[in-house]
């Protein structure tokens, strides 16, 4: 019997929306002589999410069609919490939570933005938020947030660090800190009236804390924030948290990572600081009416509001917690996931954001 053979334009199987195609033979265990070159389907052995595999004939053996690994490539916003605002009359905010990410063209603290992470497939990511610091109290003094991170053996884990806590009294006046963005100055003495720094390593993630004011007025400074500086107070003006920075990664524009807002002790004079946009919580006012600080908001790694009021068993606010957003491209999205993240699109994208601790696993 002759070999016939299908050549170039001879035959064309490409029809749209056919349901006609090609079907290779299908089986167990070949039975036949086979020529180099043959295809045919083994029903014996299975493959990715297929009961079957292609094979081919190269002659002197039947060779399975080997799979390729697809990657997946994703984007990322990785922001700390925030830190804790300092107590006692008109002292620090705290700063915001540390902000990475490779979504636009810029990161926290000014910088480009970072590299996208690429995964094989099969890739257990593990991903951690961290809390809000505590605001001072009492004896007990203010507290930076903690830590959010993506973190996989095949990469160098992306760390965000913990806002700064912003200074206070707490029977002594105690520093702000450093941290992904810095805490705002204590109303006292230097150091504590300085601003903290924020960190540098692994990368910087934010800005510094404002200054505290003491003249005629007491003021703490404002926390710093993702976007922004916070603020340095002067006569009876409160000195704003620093705002954070905006992005897109999930299709709409937020902020996130705001600095908390400065303590006011002004006897009656002036109004209460504001929080940086992004979550950071607004300062304390002593007077005329007393006005409470307030706390980060939950999930954007705003840094608490610094205490205006005199009382020092008054609270100054809590730092906002962390929050981790993946965004990837829908066709290589797995669907598997721990720690319940809440799920959108944006266009071609699957949004995930995390506001608890979890794992995400790439495609196989």
Do not use: C
């Not at 039975?31 to 094979?55: K, L, V, Y």
């Not at 965004?327 to 721990?338: D, F, P």
């Amino acid at each position: 019997m002759a070999t016939t053979k299908v050549i170039t334009e001879l035959t064309d199987l490409n029809q749209a929306n056919s349901e006609s195609g090609l079907k290779m033979p299908t089986s167990g265990a070949f039975a036949g002589t086979p020529a180099e070159g043959m295809i045919r389907n083994d029903t014996t052995q299975s493959s990715a999410s297929s009961a079957s595999t292609m094979q081919h004939y190269n002659g002197t053996e039947w060779k399975n069609f080997s799979n390729v690994p697809i990657p997946t490539t994703i984007d990322y916003l990785v922001v700390a919490g925030g830190g804790g605002g300092g107590q006692y009359a008109g002292n620090g905010g705290g700063g915001a939570g540390g902000l990475r990410t490779s979504y636009g063209s810029t990161t926290g603290g000014g910088g480009s933005s970072e590299s996208s992470l690429t995964f094989a497939p099969n890739s257990n990511i593990t991903i951690t938020i961290g809390s809000g610091g505590a605001g001072g109290v009492g004896a007990s003094q203010s507290v930076n947030g903690t830590d959010s991170s993506i973190a996989h053996s095949s990469i160098t884990d992306i760390i965000s660090t913990g806002g700064g806590r912003g200074g206070g009294y707490a029977n002594g006046f105690y520093s702000p800190q450093q941290g992904g963005s810095g805490g705002g100055g204590a109303y006292a003495y230097a150091p504590d009236m300085v601003g903290a720094a924020a960190v540098t390593s692994p990368v910087v993630q934010g800005y510094a804390g404002g200054n505290g004011f003491n003249t005629n007025s007491s003021n703490g400074g404002g926390g710093g924030g993702a976007g922004a500086v916070g603020q340095t107070g002067s006569n009876y003006v409160s000195a704003n948290g620093g705002d954070g920075l905006q992005t897109s990664i999930t299709g709409t524009a937020t902020y996130y990572a705001g600095g908390g807002g400065g303590g006011l002790y002004a006897f009656g004079n002036g109004s209460a600081s504001t929080g940086g946009a992004g979550g950071g919580g607004n300062g304390g006012r002593d007077s005329n009416p007393i006005t409470a600080p307030t706390n980060g908001s939950p999930n954007t790694g705003g840094g608490g509001g610094g205490a205006g009021d005199s009382n020092q068993n008054n609270a100054a606010g809590t730092g906002g917690s962390g929050v981790v957003i993946l965004r990837i491209a829908t066709s290589l999205y797995s669907g598997t996931t721990t720690g319940n993240p809440t799920i959108t699109t944006d266009g071609s994208n699957t949004i995930l954001t995390y506001t608890g601790s979890g794992t995400y696993t790439t495609i196989n």
